[in-house]
């Protein structure tokens, strides 16, 4: 196993957006950018918790979520989820994703923990992207849950009044062809 | 009669807002302790703590009428200030305190009551030849009547609850055949929030700026503005962004605003701060919209280019002292932007992100105000709104203002909850927003990305993951970086730290 590890000379992280960045493994404390290589440090304090410091600036960092080769990072205020993989890791998941046909059920997910004040939406019916399915209501303000994809709504199960959490399926619906 | 000692009828920021001008002024402030935020920070600026953390009531204290008059008579207070939000335009509660012989800090419960009301707000603004936007003729009672109107005045219209605000019950309609469904969901909403289902229907402006005044009246009739506010940065009718003065009014039009502002706090007998809101069009025409009858959220930017405490003049109003500023003493100087940092996760549509302030540090230069409720450790809990502070950048003119403004966002330090920074570092250098080309549809309409990141940025929060995974994957020692601050650890990753102990 240990051999296993040492022959990892690459890692990619691929962003949610797709971008592919790539690191060496030992991973090396600073980073090229033309010519010039710039120090990343990683530090943390009693002022200011953890941070990366570049170029002379502090920029907070968390992590958020991780599990498996999944990291949610939060940097300077703004998430970014990576997977890391290895070269063949990373091949094997363009073929996967090659393969993966479109989607043909949507689920609408609670974004936030709230109270359901309305269902708009009814099982059977035709739905616009766009249109409210759900209104939710959280920390005093009511939200329209929208349908992200025309199509036809086959199962609810939202109901007015109930407190539901976040990523609750609220809405299923069959997506247009 | 003289006010010696306040009641603080609300929490967060402007609960520490009113206590520091109080201070100033050598009043007493009381503040109440809440089960909900037994430490919150607010508490420590009151010279009396009101225990009521064994309350088990569902609704907050804030919002109880009976309790706060027994709270403020049980601690000696001669008066309530309600701040804004809770009970601040509940005409109600105004009147109680009088009946209780506690002074009200605000309008009376008679003015608070016909501005409360938009029906009745919008006769007085019609009276008084205000513009307005056409619209039904008070309160419409089914979706038909609705229909009818709306085919009068024309598409698209607007349907707003008539006990309304923030946002809620209102409703654009742009087709007939969307009328009967829209009609059916503000009415229920209004029923919902305010606990009256009566609407009204009016012409919807497209793409306005939302400038609003700012006015003083005292118990002698004397009221004066204080020039105005543009409030169009927002989203689903919250403000996010407000600036004083607007790059959109020339001294002719704030002149002419101004003075319709002063009338119709006039034609209800307003005394207070308040505020009165309009629609300005691309034709530079202007509609009455509303009338705030309490201090508002955004008012520390026109306390910036006036040099006014606001606050301070609501306290001797209250008392009955005459205003001593005239309208020609009014000099509007410099430029003040206000950005509200609120616990939103702007990636996921600015839904609310409660939780912990793990760290917070703001800029301490001479140029920016903070008003905050919170320091570090504190928490934003859900069942208040998620403002964490106002961050507030007078400059000498726009162009400063933003530029200042920019520096200070960057120097803003708050980990534990996610907030809206991102989205003010990517308004601030957006050139619609810096050319003073935008309206209420701002974020609607113009906006592909809600938020600003540097070059780079992604990439060093990429080198980061990267790091983590070959730490907790491919090294055997267990020298780790401590991320205790994080605010979820997977419990699968954790065991697997734990395993390889």
Known sequence: MGNEKAKIRKLYAVSSGNRKYVFSNPLRDNIRIGNRKYDIKLKQDDKFGTYILWKNRKYPVEVVRSRQNRYEILFNDISYVFTIETPFGYRRMKVLSRQKGRKE??????????????????????????????????????????????GTVTKISAKPGVIVNKDDVLVEIKVEA | ?????????????????????????????????????????????????????????????????????????????????????????????????????????????????KMGNKTIARKIALSNNIPMAMGSQGNISNEEEAVKIASKIGYPVIIKAASGGGGRGMRIVRKPEDMEKMFIIASKEAEKAFNDPSVFIEKYIENPKHIEFQILGDKKGNIIHLGERECSIQRKHQKLLEEAPSSALDEKLREEMGSMAVKIAGAVGYYSAGTVEFLLDSYRKYYFMEMNTRIQVEHPVTEEITGIDLIEQQIRIANGEELRIKQKDVRIKGWAIECRINAE??????????????????????YVRVDTGVTAGSAIVSSYDSMIAKLIVKGSDRRDALKKCKLALDKVWIKGVKTTLPFFRMLIRHPKFTGGNFTTSFIEKDL??????????????????????????????????????????????????????
């Not at chain 2, 037994?38 to 309790?67: C, G, H, M, Q, R």
């Not at chain 2, 990305?449 to 990439?459: D, G, H, I, T, V």
């Open chain 2, 448 to 501: 592909d990305q809600f938020y600003y990141n540097s070059e780079y940025e992604e990439m060093l929060a990429a080198w980061l993951a990267t790091k983590l995974f070959i730490e907790e994957n491919l090294t055997d020692e267990s020298i780790k970086p401590d991320f205790s601050h994080s605010r979820e650890i997977d419990p699968w990753l954790l065991n697997k730290r734990i395993s390889q102990f």
């Open chain 1, 105 to 150: 059920k949507e689920l609408v997910r609670s974004p936030m923990p709230g109270k359901i004040v309305d269902v708009l939406a009814r099982e059977g019916s035709q739905v616009l992207k766009g249109e409210p399915v759900v209104i939710l209501e959280a920390m005093k303000m009511q939200n329209e849950i929208q349908s992200p994809v025309n």
């Open chain 2, 345 to 366: 996760d702007v990636q996921a549509g600015f839904a609310p992100d409660p939780g912990k302030i793990e760290k917070l540090s703001m800029p301490d230069d001479d």
């Open chain 2, 1 to 113: 009669m003289s006010i010696k000692r306040i009641l603080i009828a609300n929490r967060g920021e402007i609960a520490v807002r009113i206590m520091k001008s109080a201070r100033k002024m050598g009043i007493e402030s009381v503040a109440i302790r809440t089960a909900v935020e037994p430490s919150a920070l607010y508490l420590s600026y009151a010279d009396v703590v009101f225990d009521n953390t064994d309350d088990e009531s569902e609704i907050p204290v804030f919002l109880d009428i009976d309790k706060l008059i027994n709270i403020a008579l049980k601690t000696g207070c001669d008066a309530v200030h309600p701040g804004y939000g809770f009970l601040a335009e509940n005409a109600y509660f105004a009147d109680k305190c009088i009946d209780n012989k506690i002074e009200f800090i605000g309008p009376s419960p008679d003015a608070i009551y």
